[in-house]
């Protein structure tokens, strides 16, 4: 059974950092592109960031680019999204998931076949 969990979420105050983590299990981990989604109050889901199999490929939302990095680690069968800079617009619930049909990094929801179940991340001033 494929289970992501994720976790670091919480407050920060504006300017601050967290670090997300997603945990995998139950797949080849290393065959697995894995992207980061988020979702704030009656908005849609969006895409914040992906890294690819290898690790080598990394794709950004505009939003993201220049504040956050996404990495992995595959012997923990973990990937990180470091969030540096943080805005109250940050502020959403931020879900892990994984594809396993592509390389890397598609920035649509549907492209991805597993999901974490969020952690909330609230950025205040």
């Known amino acids: 059974q494929v289970h992501l969990v994720e976790s670091g979420g919480g407050l920060a105050q504006a300017g601050g950092s967290l670090r997300l983590s997603c945990a995998v299990s139950?797949?080849?981990?290393?065959?697995?592109?894995v992207a980061w989604f988020r979702q704030a109050p009656g908005k849609e889901r969006e895409f914040v960031a992906a890294?690819?199999?290898?690790?080598?490929?990394?794709n950004y939302a505009d939003s993201a680019k220049g504040r956050f990095t996404v990495s992995r680690d595959d012997a923990a069968n973990t990937v990180y999204l470091q969030m540096n800079n943080l805005k109250p617009e940050d502020t959403s619930v931020y879900y892990c998931?994984?594809?396993?049909?592509?390389?890397?990094?598609?920035?649509?929801?549907?492209?991805?076949?597993?999901w974490g179940q969020g952690t909330q991340v609230t950025v205040s001033w």
């Open positions: 998931t994984a594809d396993l049909r592509r390389h890397c990094c598609g920035s649509l929801w549907d492209e991805y076949d597993y």
């Open positions: 139950g797949l080849t981990f290393s065959r697995a592109a």
């Open positions: 890294i690819s199999w290898s690790g080598q490929t990394r």
